[in-house]
Nanobody, 125 residues
């Protein structure tokens, strides 16, 4: 079982920065992909950023060049650094995990099945 607990987020002005953290616990090892998603009311959940089993990154088109995903294995924590924020980045952000299908594997967005409780990010213009 995988447990994910987000922290951070909050409010920022356009052009500002925020950082989200996610404490990852449970039976998680290198056989899992980790990622961040976001959702606004009335819209589907959107893949923001992900790490595959060997640390390669994938980003959604809307955040490329502005957001950075990383993890600290010693702290068992996943991060999302968000820079040059825009009002359209306002959403509930979710930390997520997916069981990989191989030692070297990039999980597709739809394969993420474990979710944190979410953290709000609000960006004002």
């Amino acid at each position: 079982q995988v447990q994910l607990v987000e922290s951070g987020g909050g409010s920022a002005q356009a052009g500002g920065s925020l950082r989200l953290s996610c404490l990852v616990s449970g039976d998680v090892n290198n056989d899992y992909c980790l990622g961040w998603f976001r959702k606004t009311p009335g819209n589907d959940r959107e893949g923001v950023a992900a790490l595959d089993t060997i640390g390669r990154t994938t980003y959604g088109d809307a955040v490329k060049g502005r957001f950075t995903i990383s993890k600290d294995n010693a702290k068992k924590t996943l991060y999302l650094e968000m820079n040059n924020l825009k009002p359209e980045d306002s959403a509930m952000y979710y930390c997520a995990a997916a069981a990989a299908r191989g030692i070297i594997y990039t999980c597709a967005w739809h394969e993420f099945a474990y979710w944190g409780q979410g953290a709000w990010v609000t960006v004002s213009s």
